[in-house]
């Protein structure tokens, strides 16, 4: 059984430029959470998206951030025009149910040069 | 915002030793999950907590969920080498929605053999 697959594993991108993190749920899993982690501290919740649809985004900055779990595929976590300030690693995690506990990924380490 | 203060923010021990963490929190969380993480991967939970007064254990790990739900601590026995890593707390408040929560900034665990 495969666990929760993140890619890439790091990502260099270039400031102003766009930045696609994917991820690949636990089979089964419809429910999928993204955190934000920077050095040396704890992660931050960002969004909690169920297939299709965004249930609470209440940690997603408001601009240049979104979120999508489509029907069929990944879901991407898309930072557009980026900043020094976005690098940091991105987590996944997923969920078969609302109150499951959540499977984490290994991670994206953005980098913005 | 919903924070959690963790302690202590690291700890050096002698293999074989006992560690003891804990975590506190201003408001009350319906859950409290313990992770760890190791350098470049991503948090691996280790104990899930559900009932204020819950002790759990799991192997050489055990944690207890504070009666008045502000608070969690986790104890490892006879540590090892392989302990070594970052130990996070974590609340969920929202329900039984464990998936959405709000970690601490962890304690880094260093083990000599």
């Known amino acids: 059984n495969a666990g929760v697959m993140q890619n890439p594993r790091h990502l260099v991108r270039r400031r102003g430029q766009e930045a696609r993190l994917r991820c690949s749920p636990v089979k089964g899993h419809s429910h999928v959470y993204w955190y934000r982690q920077l050095p040396e501290e704890g992660l931050k919740f960002m969004v909690y998206?169920?297939?299709?649809?965004?249930?609470?985004e209440s940690g997603m900055p408001k601009e240049r951030f979104s979120a999508e779990f489509p029907k069929e595929g990944p879901s991407i976590l898309r930072i557009q025009q980026v900043v020094r300030g976005d690098s940091a690693a991105y987590f996944c995690?997923?969920?078969?149910?609302?109150?499951?506990?959540?499977?984490f990924g290994q991670g994206t380490r953005l980098t913005v040069v | 915002g919903q924070q959690l203060n963790q302690s202590p923010q690291s700890m050096f021990i002698q293999e074989g030793e006992d560690v003891s963490m804990n975590c506190t929190s201003s408001s009350i969380f319906n859950t409290w999950l313990w992770y760890k993480q190791d350098p470049g991967e991503g948090p691996v939970l280790l104990i899930a907590?559900?009932?204020?007064?819950e002790l759990t254990s799991n192997g050489r790990l055990t944690a207890q969920f504070g009666t008045t739900r502000k608070d969690s601590f986790l104890n490892i026995s006879a540590s090892i080498p392989s302990d070594v890593g970052i130990y996070f707390c974590a609340g969920s408040s929202t329900g039984t929605n464990a998936g959405k929560s709000t970690f601490g900034d962890g304690t880094t665990l260093t083990v000599k053999p």
């Open positions: 907590l559900y009932k204020a007064g």
């Open positions: 998206l169920q297939k299709e649809n965004i249930i609470d």
């Open positions: 995690a997923s969920s078969i149910d609302r109150g499951t506990e959540a499977f």
